[in-house]
């Protein structure tokens, strides 16, 4: 579908670095739901994430479902389910995994189609702390089989669970409380503090993870996280703290850092 010029001209000029392309979603997502295009360019403009404004955004070559007040995956994050795919890959089979602060469910659906369609199902579960996003992830992942829990990290899971869990994808929030008010407005504005905030060092959240982590999960089993490259290290340092081998992942094609824990198999 050609995108219309004047359409193209006010998202360029809001400052969208991809306008033809947008352009080119907005025009298509108004033809098939019967939106309003002139509503949807006007509130792209005031800032609205286009991944609202269209109901679903692709990750991994997945579409994935995205409502309003749920956090937007972000592309570098691939390189996340990357390096859980492989772990995945040396498991048995029906490996078990829990999507933690899982916003949309799209890491954790990306990894299942993938053990999936590598004849590796995998057996996942779900949680995040926001209504939102537990109903947008239950959209995303309960036509997998998978359950999505409403609650704070590990408190609403399942106690079968513990001890059980092969690969734990806690993608949580890592941004420096001070940092928050420089993010882009689309996420600043938008998206829920809850999955922005990690508290002054970025690594509030992920302390709480890493220190109950060690019980949830099964022996050999991995916490992987993504984190800056300034706060790696430290990562490594808090998951050496409660026994974990820990390592970092780094991708220059997604500027993605992922750090890993490995819980000993004794």
């Given amino acids: 579908m050609t995108p219309n010029g004047d359409v193209v001209a006010q998202l360029r000029a809001a400052g969208c670095v991809f306008a033809e392309d947008e352009a ?39 579409r994935v479902a995205v409502t309003p007040g749920v956090f937007v995956p972000r592309q570098r994050t691939a390189f996340l389910v990357d390096k859980a795919a492989e772990l995945a890959r040396v498991m048995p089979a029906h490996a078990v995994v829990v999507d933690m602060c899982c916003g949309s469910g799209a890491l954790g659906l990306a990894l299942a189609t993938t053990s999936a369609a590598e004849g590796r199902p995998i057996e996942l579960s779900a949680s995040d702390i926001e209504p939102a996003a537990v109903e947008c992830a239950r959209r995303n992942l309960t036509p997998i089989g998978a359950h999505v829990y409403e609650g704070d990290l590990f408190e609403p ?20 409380s001070e940092m928050i008010s420089r993010m882009p407005p689309e996420a600043r504005d938008h998206e829920p503090r809850t999955a922005l905030d990690g508290g ?8 709480r993870v890493a220190a109950a982590a060690r ?18 290290w430290p990562a490594i340092t808090v998951l050496t703290t409660h026994g974990f081998a820990g390592r970092i992942a780094e991708s220059d094609e997604h500027y993605a850092t992922v750090v890993i824990g490995t819980k000993p198999n004794t």
């Fill in 200 to 207: 002054p060092d970025g690594l509030d959240i992920f302390r």
């Fill in 24 to 62: 080119r979603l907005l025009t298509a997502a108004a033809a098939q739901t019967g939106a309003d295009l002139a509503d949807l360019v006007a509130q792209r403009v005031c800032g609205t994430p286009l991944e609202y404004l269209l109901g679903w955004t692709e990750f991994r070559g997945i």
């Fill in 215 to 232: 019980t949830w999960l099964a022996p050999g089993g991995h916490l992987l996280v993504e984190s800056s490259q300034a706060q790696a």
């Fill in 157 to 176: 899971l399942p106690h079968a669970l513990c001890g059980r869990i092969d690969i734990l994808l806690a993608n949580t929030p890592y941004v420096p």
